[in-house]
């Protein structure tokens, strides 16, 4: 019998990894792979928490959209809304679903059952009206963002971000241009199809959202971007 390593099985297997698939199916290997990093990281109460809490989470929320980065190019605005959807909003969906069904008929809800619909309303809710993510779908940004060591927060605040909503998924409104010396002046324009003026999403909002919003455009503090994860 031929050994496994013969270069035959060496260029198969080669050929295998190199062969592409779409990250955005929540199918995928690649999703399946990046579902687990996110569940890991963000696990309520992970040993992580003796370091910075706030630095932490903020490490674990890039990580998340370093692991999402395709291998080539960059991502669309559709793929970059179906990762976020299908991955990252459903981690907790598993041990959500696992809690209920451990508890018997008439029980009360666990403490770790109200916490994880908690923050699953939360982060649906700041979805919903429009959050801060690392822009994958701008070249240059997505190019500096692939020489992140994973540990330094200090370097993704000079990232380009974009504010995406699940109202409009068609909307990205540059929240933050990047002031690294690469992203500067680039003058790559995303097109009418990726970002229009704030004011046309700002019309489909309640006046309380629509505040909020605002509120939020103002004061992009990066505690905002981790989606208040210490807190888990």
């Known amino acids: 019998m031929a050994p496994a390593n013969t270069p035959k099985a060496k260029a198969a297997s080669a050929a295998t990894k190199e062969k592409k698939e779409k990250l ?35 490490v674990d929320v890039y990580g998340f959209f370093y692991h999402a980065m395709p291998e080539e190019g960059v991502l669309s605005l559709e793929d970059l809304h179906t990762i976020f959807r299908e991955v990252w909003l459903t981690r907790y969906d598993e041990e959500l679903a696992s809690e209920r069904a451990a508890r018997r008929k008439g029980r009360p809800k666990s403490a770790k059952e109200m916490k994880l619909e908690e923050m699953k309303l939360r982060e649906a809710e700041t979805y919903r009206t429009g959050m801060e993510v690392i822009d994958l779908t701008h070249e240059a940004n997505v190019k500096l963002f692939r ?13 380009r971000f974009i504010r995406i909503n699940s109202i409009d998924p068609t ?8 002031h690294h010396f690469s992203l500067i002046g680039d003058g790559t324009d995303p097109g009418p199809d990726h970002e229009r003026d704030a004011t046309e999403i700002l ?5 309380r959202q629509r505040a909020q919003l605002e509120a939020q455009s103002k004061d992009s503090k990066t505690e905002d971007t981790a989606m208040d994860l210490d807190q888990s």
């Open 24 to 58: 955005f199916h929540p199918a995928s290997r690649k999703a399946g792979q990046l579902a687990r990093h996110a569940l890991r990281k963000g696990k309520m109460g992970n040993l992580a928490s003796k370091r910075s809490e706030k630095a932490g989470s903020l």
């Open 147 to 159: 020489t992140w060591d994973q540990k330094e927060v200090a370097f993704v605040n000079m990232l």
């Open 171 to 178: 909307v990205a409104i540059v929240a933050r241009p990047g």
């Open 203 to 207: 019309k489909k909002l309640a006046p």
